[in-house]
């Protein structure tokens, strides 16, 4: 866990409210593991609240490391205005990733993705691809017009897009798609980061897989696990807490109360 | 000499400074970004002599300049705080005075926590939370009621091995009253402010944004009440005051030294940045150069020859 | 039909954008930058019987993003506003609903001022500021206890011309004992926040900054308790509120609205940006559209509903 | 009065504390009258307070202004950062200025500054200049190293020098100067803008004087005369309150208590 002012290299909009940031230090050459986190200073100082966001990719030989983010908020939209050579204080990386160890080569992925969850799936897939894993990704827009990263994922195995108006893919949310294509499909492992209501979908239907993974959002204050903001309890046991900051922010399926 | 070591009952500090209440765990994480050595002290969470779940999510919300937190208290509970919790900082940081933090529903609560914690190697002063915002019954009421902080604060002080320190919330027509109840109880000083009650609604929702609706206000936006408030306790009290609210830099810290505090504890600066409490102490030295401060000790004594 | 109008007692405006009382004088300079027709309304200025030439220097000080004031109500006297002031906004702005901020030491000099200010031909309401930390008896004596401020608002509401609004102080305990009383003294609504006390220290000098040691703390730093204070006033009362604290933005105007205000009033933001009122004007329909709220009247009555 | 975005054309670093930012606009083509001031907003939100700094220089034919001013805080801290491009928030020009009206060409006027006090000085010097009046300048600073614009006033008229420490010109404050080398010197016009001391030192001996200035300065909120933050009472009657961003910033000797 490191604290660093890492320098903005370049920062591409990709869709009317998504961005790609690259950062430059030496965070980058830690290695995180995909689906850990940054927490990012906003560079306006009546902001104090650092914001989170899961580490798209990484090139360590370049000791560079990426973000995908939208606009949602104040904070976003201040950060989409940083031009390249700008420092940004950053701690990171942070949290619990997904875990791949018990993944052979030539086993099967499946990854749910939905809107702006998929920048950490997009690192774990390259991981996976990298360790000989086949990847199949599903992932869910609004509309065509918000997908991002389509030719990127492409590259890493087959992609199945779900958009809610139909305007690209299946028409319908990212269950129905699961539902209607992966309804017998076996797969080695399953990875989802998305909407709640993409997470809660994923955790029933794997709640009895062995090795099925959600990634969770939820407000932090301290983003390293010592305010109890980010808490989420657990499945079986309401009076016990986890800290998606520390704990996660990935859990196995079933084991907390989405 | 150290110019910057304060003493304060049980409390003999080689710098002023310590992360407030809940702004810092027990220090475990924030122990990978610096050594917890170079703080004055440390002001842990608080404990309960139950477990706590705390309150619903979203605990936080972000505000210009400041931030709301309704965390209920959660915590493991007095029994886990002392076999485990607090054994860390000994083994670790066994020169590290602790202040323990105590909060609790009911007076027999609170002296129970006291009793038990006060007893810990490492605490060294008891902070008192009368003033939660943030859960049901977690102390506001002995926080706004003279009569209930006077018999809780002279219960707590009788089965305490170490100082009380009493923290005083700052959602009161006049803290004054509650600070002199306290006072005559037999506490040992003051902490404060604690946090502001505050709101923030969803405007996607139009509700309130925090699970339990209203949560407490801190950081800078607040630190203009701090210097007021532990001023005005200043002013009618000769008790020692670790102040607090809306410090981020060095020259914060004076501020609140020189409104009346003794010491001062860092909140929410941490959040903005885990490495603020070394950073300021750090910075400390230069910055009362240039305002030429000599030592911590002889700003105390100046201000409180001034404040009578 | 017009999507931003709302209807208050005495007070039927185009929108729910005005002034906050102190923050725009009586508008003849703010009316270079821009028509001030496009104003809801107009809150002028404290008056009080006597001229007041208010406290030293220095009056303002900035804190992080919020300030601290103590003008101390100075004001030429409600005979010369009544002859002056009043009269150029008449004449000038004839359609402008005045609201008029009555300030005293006593009551008999609130009652005096009400008395007058309220045959004023603009002057649609009355703002009882019994809230102004910034004078040794500026009426928060009667902020603050609640037999006080009922006794002072049926005097006042005696003698009124048009209906009278008080103004409440965030600087208590429990908002709703006051609140409570001023209504049943017959109080036509509500105005909140007024500013919370603070102090800032200039460490060259060591001494408080401002002239008189305190002053109110405005701006965003507050809105997260003025949204909190509304909406606890709004869970209590049916009478309608002029709610203000730290409004910069539009979505700032929608979060006091949905706290439970009629209206809002923009105060420090003037400072800002002295185009604050007619940008917020401006910008709520679109940000209306966002949050799919229709009308302001049906986002009112919504938040009626729901508090009860 | 104008409200206008304002755009950084340069800024230059003139000391180890005193900036010259160059503006353009339309502002600049009003023509405001040397004395008035303009009110900047600090880019950073946090800061609420517009920051009050007289004009030092006006090329209307550029529309340029520009403004002088040293480092003393965090909101001239924070202005000192921007760059050529920028955009600032400024309203202005605000408050009266030096009267000059009554100088007929070949007339003299002494112009009395110290530190940050000259920007608005510069500004009258060359109107003075321009309407053909011999200008004569005593300026204080503490010490050598922190003078700036010496070539610029020097160009106008004579400049004496006064320093607090001796390290160049006289050695003393500026009424010893006044004092040594101006005693029985006759003025048509005498002008001052500088520290508290200055400005008492300049009303106390031309307070008899039909025609002579101080520019004041006071913590401001609103700057357009309508919040009453700004006040200063008059000489001769302390219940009379004049307002320094609208009634001054400047006034004649012996008006106001200062
Ligand atoms: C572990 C983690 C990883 C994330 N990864 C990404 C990512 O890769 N790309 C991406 O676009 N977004 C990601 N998010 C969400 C992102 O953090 C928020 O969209 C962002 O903080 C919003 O900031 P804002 O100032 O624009 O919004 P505002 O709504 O103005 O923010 C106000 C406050 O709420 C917090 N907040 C608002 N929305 C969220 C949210 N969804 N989750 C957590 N806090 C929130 C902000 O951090 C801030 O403290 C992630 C969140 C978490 C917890
Ligand atoms: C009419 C007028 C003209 C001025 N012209 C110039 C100029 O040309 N060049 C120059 O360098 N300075 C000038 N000043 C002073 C300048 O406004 C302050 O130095 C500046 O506001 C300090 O801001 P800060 O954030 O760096 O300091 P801080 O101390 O952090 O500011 C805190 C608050 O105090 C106010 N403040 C602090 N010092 C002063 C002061 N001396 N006068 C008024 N308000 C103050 C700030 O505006 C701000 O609101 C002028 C002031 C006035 C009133
Ligand atoms: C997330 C959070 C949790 C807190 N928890 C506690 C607590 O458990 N006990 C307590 O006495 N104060 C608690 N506080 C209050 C702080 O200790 C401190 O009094 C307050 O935040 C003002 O200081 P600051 O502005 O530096 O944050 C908490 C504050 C925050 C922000
Ligand atoms: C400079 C200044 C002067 C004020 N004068 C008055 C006043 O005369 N009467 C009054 O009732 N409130 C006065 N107020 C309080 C405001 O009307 C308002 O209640 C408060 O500032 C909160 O709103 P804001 O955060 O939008 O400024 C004053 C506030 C400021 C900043
Ligand atoms: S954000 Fe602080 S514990 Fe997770
Ligand atoms: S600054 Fe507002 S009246 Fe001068």
């Given at each position: 866990?490191?604290?660093?002012?890492?320098?903005v290299?370049s920062?591409?909009?990709?869709?009317?409210?998504?961005?790609e940031?690259t950062?430059q230090?030496k965070?980058?050459?830690?290695?995180?593991v995909a689906?850990q986190?940054?927490?990012?200073?906003?560079?306006?100082?009546?902001?104090?609240l650092?914001?989170p966001f899961?580490?798209?990719?990484?090139?360590a030989?370049?000791?560079?490391?990426?973000l995908?983010?939208?606009t949602v908020?104040q904070?976003t939209?201040?950060?989409s205005?940083v031009?390249?050579?700008?420092?940004?204080?950053?701690?990171?990386p942070?949290?619990?990733?997904?875990?791949?160890d018990?993944?052979?080569?030539?086993?099967?992925?499946?990854?749910?993705?939905?809107?702006?969850?998929?920048?950490?799936?997009?690192?774990?897939?390259r991981q996976?691809?990298?360790?000989?894993v086949?990847?199949?990704?599903?992932?869910?827009?609004?509309?065509q017009?918000q997908?991002?990263?389509?030719?990127e994922f492409?590259?890493?195995?087959?992609?199945?897009?779900?958009?809610?108006?139909?305007?690209?893919?299946?028409h319908?949310?990212?269950g129905?798609?699961?539902d209607a294509?992966f309804?017998?499909?076996?797969?080695?492992?399953v990875?989802?980061?998305?909407?709640?209501?993409?997470?809660?979908?994923v955790?029933?239907?794997?709640r009895?897989?062995p090795h099925?993974y959600?990634?969770?959002?939820?407000?932090?204050?301290c983003?390293?696990?010592e305010?109890?903001?980010c808490?989420?309890?657990a499945?079986?046991?309401?009076?016990?807490?986890?800290?998606?900051c520390?704990?996660?922010?990935v859990?196995?399926?079933?084991e907390?109360?989405? | 000499m150290?110019?910057?070591?304060?003493?304060?009952?049980?409390?003999?500090?080689k710098?002023p400074i310590?992360?407030?209440?809940?702004c810092f765990?027990f220090?475990?994480?924030?122990?990978?970004f610096?050594?917890?050595?170079r703080?004055?002290a440390?002001?842990?969470k608080?404990a309960t002599l139950k477990?706590?779940?705390?309150?619903?999510?979203?605990?936080?919300?972000?505000?210009?300049?400041?931030?709301l937190?309704?965390?209920?208290l959660?915590?493991p509970g007095v029994t886990?705080?002392?076999t485990?919790?607090?054994?860390?900082?000994?083994?670790?940081y066994p020169?590290?005075?602790?202040?323990?933090?105590v909060?609790?529903?009911?007076?027999?609560?609170y002296?129970?926590?006291?009793?038990?914690?006060?007893t810990a190697?490492n605490?060294?002063?008891?902070?008192?939370?009368i003033?939660?915002?943030?859960?049901?019954h977690?102390g506001?009421?002995?926080?706004?009621?003279p009569?209930?902080?006077y018999?809780?604060?002279?219960?707590?002080?009788?089965?305490s091995q170490?100082p009380?320190?009493v923290?005083?919330?700052?959602?009161v027509t006049?803290?004054?009253?509650?600070a002199?109840a306290?006072?005559?109880?037999?506490?040992d000083g003051?902490?404060?402010?604690?946090?502001?009650v505050?709101?923030q609604?969803?405007?996607k929702t139009?509700?309130?944004l925090l699970?339990n609706?209203?949560?407490?206000?801190s950081g800078?936006?607040?630190?203009?009440?701090a210097v007021r408030?532990?001023?005005?306790?200043?002013?009618?009290s000769q008790?020692?005051i670790?102040?607090m609210?809306g410090?981020?830099t060095?020259e914060?810290?004076?501020e609140?030294?020189?409104?009346?505090?003794?010491a001062v504890?860092?909140g929410?600066a941490?959040?903005?940045n885990?490495?603020?409490?070394?950073?300021?102490i750090n910075?400390l030295?230069?910055?009362?150069?240039?305002?030429h401060?000599?030592?911590?000790p002889?700003?105390?004594?100046?201000m409180?020859?001034?404040?009578?």
């Open positions: 866990m490191l604290q660093e002012n890492l320098t290299v920062q591409r909009q990709l869709t009317a409210d998504v961005f940031l950062l230090g965070m980058a050459t830690t290695d995180p689906g986190f940054v927490d990012v200073k906003i560079p306006d100082s009546s902001h104090l650092r914001r899961g580490i798209a990719q990484v090139d030989a370049k000791s560079q490391l990426r995908l983010y939208r908020g904070g939209a201040a950060l205005q031009t390249a050579g700008t420092r940004l204080d950053t701690i990171g942070l949290g619990h990733g997904f875990p791949t018990f993944l052979q080569a030539g086993q099967h992925a499946l990854i749910i993705g939905g809107g702006t969850g998929i920048p950490p799936l997009y690192a774990l897939s996976l691809v990298a360790q000989g086949e990847v199949t990704h599903a992932i869910g827009f609004g509309r017009q997908i991002f990263y389509e030719q492409r590259e890493l195995g087959a992609v199945h897009y779900a958009t809610d108006d139909g305007s690209y893919g299946f319908g949310h990212i129905l798609l699961l294509q309804a017998d499909a076996e797969f080695d492992a990875y989802a980061c998305g909407p709640r209501g993409l997470l809660m979908a955790n029933n239907r794997y009895e897989h099925a959600v990634s969770l959002e939820s407000r932090m204050a983003g390293v696990g305010c109890y903001a808490v989420v309890p499945q079986a046991d309401p009076t016990k807490m986890y800290k998606v520390d704990d996660g922010p859990f196995a399926t079933g907390v109360a989405i | 150290n110019r910057l070591a304060v003493t304060l009952p049980g409390l003999k500090l710098n310590m992360p407030a209440s809940g765990g220090g475990q994480h924030y122990a990978e610096y050594d917890l050595n703080l004055g440390i002001i842990v608080a477990p706590r779940i705390g309150n619903p999510t979203p605990r936080v919300a972000e505000t210009t300049s400041g931030m937190n309704a965390i209920g959660q915590n886990a705080i002392m485990e919790k607090l054994p860390w900082l000994a083994e670790h020169d590290l005075p602790v202040i323990a933090n909060a609790g529903s009911t007076e027999s609560d002296v129970e926590v006291c009793r038990q914690i006060s190697v605490v060294h002063a008891i902070e008192l939370n003033s939660c915002p943030n859960v049901a977690g506001l009421e002995f926080g706004t009621d009569q209930s902080a018999a809780l604060t002279k219960a707590c002080k009788a089965v170490v009380v320190y923290k005083l919330s700052p959602n006049d803290i004054r009253v509650i002199r306290v006072e005559a109880a037999g506490a003051f902490t404060l402010i604690n946090t502001l505050g709101m609604i969803d405007l139009r509700q309130p699970g609706r209203t949560g407490g206000l800078p936006a607040i630190k203009p009440v408030l532990i001023n005005q306790v200043h002013q009618i008790l020692p670790i102040g609210g410090v981020m060095a914060d810290t004076l609140l030294m020189m409104a009346g505090a003794s504890a860092v929410t941490n959040f903005d885990p490495q603020a409490c070394p950073d300021i910075a030295p230069s910055v009362m150069d240039h305002y401060i000599a030592d911590l002889s700003l105390i004594n100046e409180a020859v001034t404040a009578v």
